[in-house]
């Protein structure tokens, strides 16, 4: 049984920084890749960054990119998501996900950990 677990969620200010975590564990499947999305109130969830599991390629979205740093610790099976010069509208649910090789989605979901940006 894949598991997926988000940490580092917490409350920020604006222009702050935060470092979210996703450990994967339980797996006997190979991933293609991994990726954080995010959920805000009364939204649609959106992709925000994702790394490739053969050659750690990565893609940032363009709300993100420059500010959003994916990377990943293969010993520790983690991967993390630094997150700079944070907005008010960074603010959601942050979730992690990986997709299967051979799949064109993502099949395993974390449970979520949430960003809140206040002064």
């Known amino acids: 049984q894949v598991q997926l677990a988000e940490s580092g969620g917490d409350l920020v200010q604006p222009g702050g920084s935060l470092r979210l975590s996703c450990a994967a564990s339980?797996?006997?499947?190979?991933?293609?890749?991994i990726g954080w999305f995010r959920q805000a109130p009364g939204k649609e969830r959106e992709g925000v960054s994702c790394i490739s599991s053969s050659d750690a390629t990565t893609r940032h979205s363009a709300s993100v990119k420059g500010r959003f740093t994916i990377s990943r610790n293969r010993a520790l099976n983690t991967v993390y998501l630094q997150m700079s010069s944070l907005k008010p509208e960074d603010a959601a649910v942050y979730y992690c996900?990986?997709?299967?090789?051979?799949?064109?989605?993502?099949?395993?979901w974390g449970q979520g950990t949430q960003v809140t940006i206040a002064s």
């Open positions: 339980g797996f006997a499947v190979d991933f293609s890749k």
């Open positions: 996900a990986a997709q299967a090789v051979g799949s064109a989605d993502y099949n395993y």
